[in-house]
C-alpha cells in the first residue's frame, strides 16, 4: 500500500516556520543582575502570658473616688489586648454610694453586710475570680491603671508584679515606716524587696488561691503574699509608678496596722525561712553566755548556773530552727508538686 499523501498545507508548514524564525531579531542579553531577595519568614507573635484576667477592687465609702477609677480601668482594660476580662467590686460593708456605682459603672459587685477588713475584700475576690491571672488594685483611686500595659509586659517573665511608690506617696512617718517593713522584710526572704505594702498587684490566680488562707483580713495582706511568694520560689517583679492622692480618709491605722505588720512578717518567717528568725536570736543568746561566762570567770574564777542556761537555750534554739527549717522544706515540696515545679 503506498503511503498517504501529505496535505500541500502541512507539507509546507515547516519551510513557513523557519523562514519566520530567520527573518526575526534576536533576543538581547539582560545585562542587569537580578536582585537577590532574601526569603521572608514570618516570626509568630509572641502570646501573652496573661489572656484571662480578674481585677479585684476592694473598696468601703469609696462613692467619691470609684466611678472615674473604673472608667479609667475600662479603658486600660480594652486596649491590654486581652482574651477576655472581667472586674469585681468588694464592697466591705460600705455606708454610701459605693456598690451601687460599681454596678452602674458595669462592674460585678460582691457585698458584705458589715465591714470585714481590707484583707477578707481581697480574700472574697480573689475567690470569686474566673480568670487566670488577678490584678489588685485599691478603691480609693491612688493606683493608675494606665500602668497595666506595663505590668503585664513584666508577668512575661514573673509570677507576681508589684507596682513599687518607692517610699512615696503617703505622709512622712508612714513611708519612714514602710522603709523599715522593707528592710526586715528583705533580710527575711533574702531579696530586695522595694515595696512590701502596695496593693496594687497583678498575678497568678492559682498561686493566689494557694495562698488565700495565709492572708489577714487587714490591710497587712500585700506583706503576706509578697512574703509567701518571695520564699515560695515564685518570681516576683517590681514595677514602679507614681501614686496618686486619694480622696477622703485612708482606713489605715498607723500603730495598730503598723505593729501588726511586723507581727506577719516574723510570723511569715518562720513558716517559710525559720533560720532567719532562730539563727540569729541562737547566737545572740550564745554571745550572751559566752559574756557572762568570762564575767563571772574573772571576777569569781568560776563557770555559773546562768552561763550553763543561756548555752543551753542557744542550743534548743537552734535545733528548734532546724526542724522547723525541715518543715517549712516539706511545704514547699508539696506546694511546687501541686503547680509542676
Excluded at 533576543?27 to 502570646?47: I, K, L, Q, Y
Excluded at 458595669?106 to 477588713?117: D, K, Q
Excluded at 509608678?241 to 482606713?251: D, I, L, Y
Excluded at 528548734?320 to 525541715?326: F, M, P, R, S, T
Aim: charged letters at 20%; proline letters at 6%; glycine letters at 8%.
Amino acid at each position: 500500500m503506498s503511503p498517504r499523501p501529505q496535505p500541500p498545507a502541512l507539507e509546507a508548514l515547516p519551510d513557513a516556520l523557519f523562514a519566520l524564525m530567520a527573518t526575526g531579531e534576536r533576543p538581547r542579553a539582560r545585562t542587569e543582575t537580578p536582585v537577590a531577595r532574601a526569603p521572608v519568614h514570618t516570626a509568630p507573635r509572641p502570646e501573652s502570658r496573661v489572656q484571662r484576667l480578674s481585677v479585684v477592687v476592694p473598696a468601703r465609702d469609696e462613692a467619691a473616688n470609684l466611678p472615674a477609677l473604673l472608667a479609667e480601668l475600662d479603658t486600660a482594660l480594652r486596649g491590654a489586648n486581652l482574651a477576655s476580662y472581667e472586674v469585681i467590686v468588694v464592697d466591705d460593708g460600705s455606708t454610701d454610694e459605693t456598690p451601687r456605682l460599681a454596678a452602674a459603672s458595669g462592674a460585678a459587685v460582691v457585698r458584705h453586710a458589715e465591714s470585714l477588713g481590707n484583707g477578707a475584700a481581697v480574700k472574697r475576690g480573689i475567690r470569686e475570680a474566673r480568670g487566670d491571672w488577678i490584678l489588685l488594685l485599691d478603691g480609693d483611686g491612688q493606683h493608675p491603671p494606665a500602668e497595666l500595659q506595663a505590668m503585664l509586659a513584666l508577668a512575661q517573665h514573673h509570677d507576681m508584679v508589684v507596682g513599687s511608690r518607692g517610699g512615696k506617696g503617703g505622709s512622712a512617718h508612714r513611708n519612714l515606716a514602710n522603709r523599715i517593713y522593707n528592710r526586715f522584710a528583705s533580710y527575711v526572704s533574702g531579696r530586695s524587696i522595694p515595696d512590701l505594702t502596695s496593693g496594687f498587684r497583678l498575678l497568678r490566680a492559682d498561686v493566689a488561691k494557694d495562698l488565700v488562707w495565709l492572708l489577714p483580713n487587714t490591710f497587712s495582706y500585700p506583706t503576706t503574699i509578697t512574703m509567701s511568694m518571695l520564699r515560695g520560689g515564685w518570681s516576683v517583679g517590681f514595677h514602679p509608678f507614681a501614686v496618686r492622692p486619694r480622696r477622703g480618709k485612708s482606713h489605715i491605722r498607723l500603730v495598730a496596722d503598723g505593729s501588726r505588720f511586723f507581727l506577719i512578717i516574723l510570723r511569715i518567717a518562720t513558716m517559710f525561712a525559720p533560720l532567719r528568725v532562730f539563727l540569729p536570736v541562737s547566737m545572740a543568746v550564745a554571745a550572751l553566755g559566752a559574756a557572762w561566762y568570762f564575767h563571772t570567770w574573772l571576777t569569781d574564777g568560776r563557770f555559773t548556773n546562768m552561763a550553763v542556761l543561756l548555752f543551753s537555750q542557744a542550743g534548743i534554739l537552734f535545733a528548734l530552727g532546724l526542724i522547723a527549717e525541715q518543715i517549712a522544706s516539706l511545704r514547699f515540696q508539696g506546694m511546687s508538686r501541686e503547680h509542676g515545679r
